[in-house]
C-alpha cells in the first residue's frame, strides 16, 4: 500500500516521476512589485507528494531559491490537500497528500533599486512521492523574468490565480466560528479535543499543522452538533510537560465535493464560547478568580485611577478624627460601591453576550454619551473642590453627585467606590486581562463570580487601611492645611476633565497638550496667589515651584511637540495580516485606543521610538494599528482569542504563517519589542 511503503527502503537512484515546472505571474514586473512563483508538480496516476504536514508517514515539499540580488521569497502558500487513510492494523495512517496536479504558490518581493533588464528565478526542489513505492525526488527548474517601468502578466498568470483561490484564506476563530475545548481525562499525554465549526459545508475536518512539541491524530470524530455546525473530536498526544494552548491548521468543509473550502484558524484553548464547554474544572476557575483578585489590586496603582487617589487621600486624612468605629464602616462602605460596579459591570457584560455581542473590560468607555458625562462629572468635581460651590440639600442631582466624592459620610464612601471603578475602566492591569477573556467566554455565573473577585482585588488595600485606623494616626492631624489640600486636589481632576473632553470630542494630540498645559499653568498660578502673595512662611519654596511648573510646563507641553509618527502605520485586519506575511513581512499590531493611558505610555517609552523603528525597517516588518477608542466588533473579537478582556495587546506575528503570534506583556520596554521582532524575523 501507499502509505506503508514509507516504511520500506526508499530507492535514492530511481528516476523523478513527478514533473515540476516554474511559473510566473507576470512576465515583465516593476521594482517594489510582488509577484507569484507557482512550482507545479504534475504526479503520474496513482502518485502523490504531500502536503506542508505529512500526517503519520510523508514529508513535504522543500524549495531552495536561488534568487538574484534584490529578490527575496516568502513562505509557500499551500493549496488544500486530500486526506488518506490506509488501514495499518488497529490504527489507520493517514497522510495529507496531493494527486494529479498542483501548484505550490510563493509570493516574490522584488527590491525597489533594481535595475532594468531580464534577471533569471531559480529553484532547487526536494519532494517525496509514493505509490506502491516511496522515493525522495529532487530537480531543478527555473523562469525568466524582465525587470521594466511596468508589470505584464504571464500567460500562466490566470492558472495561478486559480491555485491562489485553492489555498485557505486565514481568518480568526470568531470569524471562523470555531472554537476548542480540552476535556479533561486520565491519560498522562493524551487528550481528545472538540473543536466547533459553525458552517453549513459538512462534512468537514481539521488538519493540523506539525508542530515539535505536540502530535493531533489523523483520525477525527464527527459528534453530533445542531443545524449550521460541525462538531469534530481529535485527540492530542503531547511530549512536553506543558499542554498547548494554541492549535493551528485548517478547517476544511464540503468533503463530498470536488470543490472542497476551507480556512486557516489558530484555535486557542481558553477562547471557547459558553455554548461548547460542558464545565469549568474547579482547578482553573480557581486560578482565574486568584488572577482576577491580584489584577484588580495592582488596577489601584494603573495610570487611569492615579486622579482618584486625591480623593481617597482626602478621605483618609477626613477619617484619621473619626471614631474607630466609624472609619471601619466608611472602609466597608467603600468597598461595597467597588463590588456594586463591579457586579454592574457584569450584568453589562452577560447583558452584551445574550445579545450576541462580543463583551470586553472598558465597553462603557468607548461611547461618545458616557465621555461626555463623565467630563462633565469631573469638571463639576474639580469645581466643587476648588469652592466654587458647596452641595446642599437643595442642589440638582448633578451638582449632588460631583460632590458625593469629596463629602465625608456613607455616601461620599460609596461614590468613591464607583468613580474609582468607572476611572478604572479603560485600564487593564496584568492578570486582569487573562481573567476577563476568561470570564467573558463562561457561563453568567462565572462572570459574575470572576468581576466579584476583581472588585474585591481593587477594594482591598483602602478597605484593609480602614480595617486597623491605628495607621491612619501617621497622617497629620485635620486642620485649616486640609481646605488648601483640597483645592491642590481639584487640578488632577481638572486634568482627567481636559483629557476625557478630548478623548469625547476625538480631537488631535495637539489640543490635549494644550490642554494640559492651561491646567498646570492654573495650579502655578494658584500656589503663587496663594502661598506666594497671600502667604506666610514659605513663600520662597512656593515662588521656586510655581517657576519650576511654568519652566516645565513650557518646555515639555508646549516647545516639546509631540513627536510625529515615524513608523508607517496601516489600519488592521486579518487580511492585511495575512497579505503581509505571505509576503514574507513579520508583522507588529498594536490594539490601542485613546482612553488607554497604559497604551499611550507603550506607545511612546517602546513603540513609537528609534530603536523600534530601526529594527522594524532592518527586517522589512509591517506596522499595524487596530484603534478601540470606538466600539469595533472585530477587535473585540481579536482581543478575545489573545486572552485579553481590553487593550492593550500587541501581537508580533512571524514571517512564517505556520508560526503563532508572540503575546507582547501588558507593561512593554524597548528590549522587549526589539527581542520579539528579532525571534519574527528568523
Known amino acids: ?22 511559473l510566473l505571474s507576470a512576465e515583465t514586473a516593476r521594482p517594489g512589485d510582488t509577484i507569484w512563483a507557482g512550482l507545479e508538480m504534475d504526479m503520474p496516476p496513482t502518485w502523490h507528494t504531500y502536503w506542508r504536514n505529512g500526517g503519520d508517514a510523508g514529508e513535504p515539499t522543500k524549495i531552495d531559491w536561488d534568487l538574484p540580488p534584490g529578490l527575496s521569497a516568502g513562505e509557500i502558500n499551500w493549496p488544500i490537500p486530500a486526506k488518506l487513510s490506509e488501514p495499518a492494523g488497529d490504527t489507520p495512517i493517514i497522510t495529507y497528500v496531493y494527486t494529479n496536479k498542483v501548484v505550490l504558490l510563493t509570493p516574490i518581493a522584488l527590491a525597489k533599486d533594481l535595475h532594468p533588464g531580464p534577471i533569471e528565478l531559480k529553484a532547487a526542489v526536494h519532494w517525496m512521492e509514493c505509490s506502491d513505492i516511496c522515493i525522495f525526488s529532487s530537480n531543478s527548474a527555473s523562469a525568466p523574468l524582465t525587470i521594466a517601468d ?37 491519560a498522562s499525554n493524551s487528550r481528545p479535543v472538540i473543536i466547533e465549526w459553525k458552517t453549513n459545508a459538512a462534512p468537514a475536518d ?41 492549535l493551528a491548521g485548517i478547517l476544511v468543509g464540503k468533503l463530498d465535493s470536488s470543490e472542497p473550502v476551507a480556512v ?45 487617589i486625591a480623593l481617597k487621600i482626602l478621605g483618609f486624612v477626613k477619617q484619621s478624627a473619626e471614631v474607630p468605629g466609624r472609619v471601619r464602616t466608611l472602609g466597608i462602605v467603600y468597598g461595597l460601591g467597588v463590588m456594586a460596579s463591579f457586579l454592574i459591570l457584569a450584568g453589562l457584560a452577560i447583558g452584551v453576550q445574550h445579545a450576541g455581542g462580543v ?82 467566554t463562561q457561563s453568567s455565573f462565572v462572570i459574575l463570580v470572576v468581576f466579584a473577585a476583581a472588585g474585591a482585588g481593587f477594594a482591598f488595600p483602602f478597605v484593609l487601611l480602614c480595617a486597623e485606623p491605628r495607621w491612619l494616626t501617621l497622617l497629620p492631624r485635620p486642620g485649616a492645611w486640609m481646605e488648601k489640600f483640597k483645592v491642590a486636589m481639584g487640578f488632577p481632576m481638572l486634568a482627567t476633565a481636559v483629557w476625557l473632553m478630548w478623548l469625547s470630542a476625538n480631537g488631535a494630540d495637539e489640543v490635549l497638550w494644550l490642554g494640559l498645559f492651561l491646567v498646570i499653568l492654573a495650579l502655578a ?73 497604559t497604551c499611550q505610555v507603550n506607545k511612546r517609552t517602546s513603540l513609537e521610538i528609534s530603536r523600534t523603528r530601526a529594527k522594524l525597517k532592518e527586517i522589512g516588518a509591517v506596522a499595524l494599528i487596530a484603534d478601540f477608542t470606538r466600539d469595533d466588533p472585530a477587535i473585540a473579537g481579536e482581543l478575545q482569542q489573545f486572552n485579553r478582556g481590553g487593550v492593550p495587546l500587541v501581537l508580533v506575528y512571524s ?28
Not at 484558524?265 to 460542558?278: C, E, H, K, Q, Y
Not at 512656593?542 to 513608523?567: H, M, N, R, S
Open 655 to 682: 514571517r512564517d504563517p505556520s508560526k503563532p503570534p508572540q503575546t507582547l506583556p501588558v507593561i512593554l520596554t524597548p528590549a522587549i519589542v526589539v527581542a520579539a521582532l528579532d525571534r519574527a524575523a528568523q
Open 525 to 597: 498660578a494658584w500656589i503663587w496667589g496663594e502661598f506666594v502673595q497671600r502667604g506666610g512662611r514659605g513663600k520662597g519654596l512656593a515662588a521656586v515651584i510655581c517657576v519650576v511648573l511654568v519652566a516645565a510646563d513650557f518646555g515639555v507641553l508646549i516647545e516639546t511637540k509631540p513627536a510625529k509618527q515615524a513608523i508607517v502605520w496601516n489600519v488592521w485586519s486579518p487580511q492585511a495580516v495575512e497579505d503581509a506575511q505571505r509576503a514574507g513581512h513579520p508583522v507588529l499590531v498594536d490594539f490601542t485606543a485613546k482612553s488607554c493611558l
Open 1 to 22: 500500500m501507499a502509505v506503508l511503503a514509507a516504511w520500506l527502503p526508499c530507492s535514492a537512484f530511481a528516476a523523478p516521476k513527478t514533473h515540476i515546472r516554474l
Open 359 to 440: 463583551a470586553n473590560w472598558g465597553d462603557a468607555f468607548r461611547h461618545p454619551r458616557f465621555q461626555v458625562g463623565l467630563t462633565i462629572l469631573m469638571t463639576l468635581i474639580a469645581l466643587n473642590l476648588f469652592g466654587v460651590f458647596e452641595i446642599t440639600l437643595s442642589s440638582k442631582a448633578a451638582g449632588a453627585a460631583s460632590g458625593l466624592a469629596s463629602r465625608q459620610g456613607a455616601s461620599g464612601a460609596f461614590f468613591n467606590g464607583v468613580l474609582a471603578t468607572v476611572l478604572a475602566t479603560p485600564c487593564t492591569a496584568p492578570f486582569l486581562g487573562a481573567a476577563l477573556a476568561f470570564a467573558f
Open 206 to 246: 481539521f488538519y493540523p499543522y506539525a508542530n515539535s512539541n505536540f502530535d493531533v491524530a489523523g483520525t477525527t470524530t464527527t459528534l453530533t452538533s445542531g443545524a449550521g455546525a460541525v462538531r469534530l473530536e481529535k485527540i492530542i498526544k503531547t511530549n512536553e510537560t506543558e499542554w498547548p494552548d494554541h
Open 150 to 186: 511596468e508589470t505584464k502578466p504571464s500567460a500562466d498568470a490566470a492558472l495561478l490565480d486559480q491555485w491562489r483561490q485553492k489555498v485557505p484564506p486565514r481568518a480568526s476563530a470568531r470569524e471562523a466560528g470555531a472554537s476548542w475545548d480540552v476535556l479533561r481525562s486520565f
Open 264 to 308: 486557516e484558524v489558530d484555535l486557542a484553548i481558553i477562547n471557547a464560547p459558553a455554548a461548547t464547554i460542558s464545565h469549568v474544572a474547579p482547578g482553573s476557575l480557581a486560578t482565574m478568580l486568584l488572577l482576577a483578585f491580584i489584577g484588580g489590586l495592582i488596577l489601584n496603582i494603573m495610570p487611569c485611577v492615579l486622579p482618584i
